[in-house]
């Protein structure tokens, strides 16, 4: 697969990435990533289900039990669920083959079941003054972040996030991805792992945003930070890096989407930036 083809194929519970973009630890998930073309992930957290190869015909290698795949991805045994997903995938490669400028979204659906499940109520998005952000169905690589996970965004907004990072580095200023696109499954996920520490829903809610209602969702928003700085906090606006993405961000459509005092509510986030022309 050409690097310029390195993309995220987004689906309703799982996501498929390039194998070659994933890293596994244990020498047999190695193994099986180094010979696949595809890795099916979990998307509440990421975690690895099947290595895919296509070819004539498709062969994968479970990579998770059968406990591990989302209850709705489909019904029947682990291997009939990677074979659900593995069609999934091959239908939505033929689409792109066929269609490559799509910017589709998922269907909402399956974020109000996340809301309903945590009992946050319909009037959030009014009383927020934010809207329900869908998910794009297909996603661009765009470098690796800090914790060299790899980073996906809309086309466009990825290609404008190299191009900052470019001219940053030309005046001596290092930007770092902390993390780009998230989707429903997975914000739904953090609320999941917090409440299983302790946290209720209103106390989470104060830190990060309904399942839904954040930006990360549309894949043109960017948690940016500079070496040696810790990520996502107000610290980061005394740094070198801030002040040149208050100076130069806006000449490559960048919009810092939460000041202080900002309409939704939402506490100063001076590392999240948002690509306005999505
Ligand atoms: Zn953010």
């Known amino acids: 697969m050409l690097q310029r083809d390195w993309r995220l194929l987004n689906f309703d519970t799982v996501d498929a990435i390039p194998a070659a973009l994933a890293r596994g630890r244990a020498n047999a998930v190695a193994r099986a990533l180094a010979q696949a073309d595809w890795l099916l992930r979990r998307k509440t957290d990421g975690r690895y289900l099947a290595a895919v190869r296509l070819g004539v015909s498709a062969r994968w290698q479970l990579l998770a039990p059968a406990n591990a795949w989302p209850r709705d991805a489909a019904c029947g045994t682990r291997g009939q669920r990677a074979q659900t997903g593995v069609d999934a995938l091959q239908r939505r490669l033929r689409e792109l083959a066929a269609r490559p400028a799509s910017h589709a979204t998922l269907p909402l659906d399956g974020v109000r079941r996340h809301l309903d499940a945590l009992g946050i109520s319909a009037d959030y998005g009014r009383r927020h003054a934010l809207d329900l952000v869908p998910e794009p169905r297909v996603l661009a690589f765009a470098g690796f972040d800090r914790y060299r996970r790899p980073l996906f965004l809309q086309a466009a907004a990825a290609a404008a996030w190299s191009r ?70 107000e610290s980061f606006e005394k740094t070198a890096a801030f002040a040149w993405l208050k100076m130069r961000a806006g000449d490559f459509g960048f919009v810092l989407s939460y000041p202080r005092g900002n309409p939704h509510g939402i506490v100063y ?7 306005r022309a999505c």
């Not at 830190?207 to 990520?231: F, R």
């Not at 986030?269 to 690509?275: A, G, R, S, T, V």
């Open 164 to 233: 900052m990072r470019a001219a940053a580095a030309a005046d001596g200023v290092r930007l770092e991805a902390i993390s780009g696109f998230r989707s429903h499954a997975y914000q739904a996920g953090i609320f999941a792992r917090k409440r299983a520490r302790g946290q209720g829903v209103e106390e989470i809610l104060q830190v990060n945003a309904a399942p839904g209602y954040s930006e990360h969702h549309g894949g043109c928003a960017l948690d940016v930070g500079t070496p040696g700085e810790p990520a996502a906090q």
């Open 269 to 275: 986030e001076p590392w999240h930036w948002c690509w």
